[in-house]
């Protein structure tokens, strides 16, 4: 889903609020057309709870912190793996069948999802022949941490998916009501322009500014603008 407009959303609460502030000034003219103040508080609610939803550089920053977890415990296990193969291959020989039933060599292309089923099974291999590993000082409070790596990885890898979709849903929902709130801003202004249409000139020129789906440029721009074109 896109936004109907081409201004941020920061734009859009500003020009919900001054469409707010229109319309009590304009509210004799609308209530004539049937815009009553129930209207205005519909629209003036729908900002506020816009205005109340954490923006997307927040989801953002959430996913980043589950993606840093995640890092962060695939560098463990793959250090705890590292450090066992190394005292595994001086306990077993390399040339072992007992070491290369571990299949090292995998460690070095494998993926994330999928180191958490090997670490599995070279915990589990490892216990079966103890007592030789223990030689190099493996123990199964080494094992066992291990495991406890692989299963927090395994966590953090869910919850770093379910933050990229927690963040989608929620760019969605954003989009969703900022669309909404545009719709009512879009037609309050063909409204506002309609009354004062040939017969305010400085009110129809508001309704025409903030009914716009373009960027209003900042006065500031505007003015270094004009400065730099008369020198």
């Known amino acids: 889903m896109t936004t109907n407009f081409n201004f941020s959303f920061g734009d859009l609460i500003q020009r919900a609020d001054r469409v707010d502030t229109l319309l009590q000034r304009d509210a004799e003219q609308f209530s004539g057309i049937g815009y009553d103040g129930d209207f205005r508080a519909s629209l003036k609610d729908k900002t506020t709870v816009f205005r109340a939803l954490p923006s997307d550089d927040y989801w953002q920053g959430q996913q980043m912190l589950k993606t840093e977890d995640k ?15 190394f005292r595994a291959k001086l306990a077993l020989g390399e040339r072992s069948v007992e070491y290369r039933s571990l299949r090292f060599a995998k460690l070095k292309d494998i993926k994330e999802q999928d180191l958490i089923i090997y670490a599995e ?12 590993l223990a030689l190099r000082n493996v123990t ?27 963040r989608e849903g929620k760019t969605f929902e954003r989009e969703e009501k900022a ?19 040939d017969v305010n000139q400085a009110h129809y020129h ?6 716009s789906k373009e960027k209003i440029e900042d006065e ?9 074109a008369a020198e």
């Open 71 to 85: 890092k962060r415990l695939l560098s463990e296990l793959t250090a705890q793996l590292v450090d066992l193969r």
């Open 121 to 132: 099974h070279v915990t589990k291999t490892c216990r079966e022949m103890l007592s030789k």
């Open 140 to 166: 199964e409070e080494m094992l066992a941490t291990i495991d406890t790596t692989a299963q927090q990885l395994d966590t953090a890898i869910d919850e770093q998916r379910k933050m990229i979709s927690m």
């Open 179 to 197: 669309n909404e709130i545009y719709s009512l801003i879009s037609e309050v202004c063909e409204v506002g322009k309609k009354i004062w249409e």
């Open 206 to 211: 508001d309704y025409v500014i903030y009914g």
């Open 220 to 228: 500031e721009e505007v003015v270094e603008e004009d400065t730099e």
